[in-house]
């Protein structure tokens, strides 16, 4: 499972979505874009496994995998159910640990971080968008969105300058005062989007993010993450 891709420009964004009609592989598939001759390494997993065991009956979710992606790219892990998707982008954002292997992220070997270490690491470094967009609720979109720049101590001015640029770019200008609630599912997860982007974290990750949309919201949000991904010089 040697996975490489050349080269970028700033910031990688990562994503992962189903293949439901592919029949089931050793592991998810790696397709990218955005690649140029200058290669930047912005994550790098050396020989990375895993293996649950709930109920006593091992299960290997990835098995020696190596990954490497270089800064600007818009990644895909792409694969049916089970191939090991999430358990891979849970790997990389340093919300699950390896039985085996190394993670290098941004330079940082992450898989000898402690939990305070990761915790600190995942704030300055790692934007998260979820497939239930877990939205505070009862804060508004706006509070929302700047919850991870407030947890940095960012002030208010700078607060409001970012999340006003990011509204404007997903299109929540006039829904910045409404709660989640109030919200269609693609709206929420374009609050979810703007919520990544707003500290200028090194990476993306994104699990599934379209799965709770319907199709033209989907596609919608693709379409937009592309075009931040440019935008931010992502």
Same mark, same amino acid.
């Given at each position: 499972n040697g996975l490489h891709h050349p080269a970028g420009i700033c910031y990688c964004l990562a994503f992962i979505y189903p293949a439901h009609h592919q029949k089931p592989a050793h592991g998810p598939r790696v397709c990218a874009s955005k690649i140029t001759t200058m290669e930047t390494t912005v994550i790098d997993a050396h020989n990375i496994s895993k293996t649950y065991d709930p109920t006593g009956i091992p299960v290997v979710a990835i098995r020696n995998v190596h990954m490497h992606i270089a800064k600007g790219e818009f990644v895909a892990l792409v694969g049916p159910s089970g191939s090991g998707k999430t358990t891979l982008l849970n790997m990389i954002g340093g919300l699950d640990h390896p $039985?085996?292997? /190394?993670?290098i992220v941004n330079g940082t070997d992450i898989t000898s971080l402690g939990q305070k270490g990761l915790v600190k690491f995942r704030l300055h470094n790692i934007g998260f968008v979820f497939q239930a967009f877990n939205l505070i609720p009862v804060l508004t979109a706006k509070e929302n969105a700047e919850f991870i720049m407030l %947890? /940095?101590?960012?002030?208010?001015?700078?607060? $409001?300058?970012?999340? $006003?640029?990011?509204?404007? /770019?997903?299109g929540l200008m006039d829904k910045k005062n409404i709660r989640p609630a109030q919200l269609s599912?693609?709206?929420?997860?374009? =609050?979810? =989007?703007?919520?990544? %982007?707003?500290?200028?974290?090194?990476f993306v990750l994104a699990d599934e993010p379209t799965a709770n949309l319907d199709s033209a919201s989907a596609f919608n949000l693709l379409d937009m993450m592309a075009k931040l991904n440019k935008e931010e010089n992502m």
């Open positions: $039985d085996s292997g /190394q993670i %947890l /940095q101590k960012e002030k208010k001015a700078k607060r $409001d300058e970012r999340i $006003d640029l990011l509204f404007n /770019q997903v599912g693609g709206q929420q997860q374009r =609050v979810a =989007v703007a919520r990544a %982007l707003a500290s200028k974290p090194q």
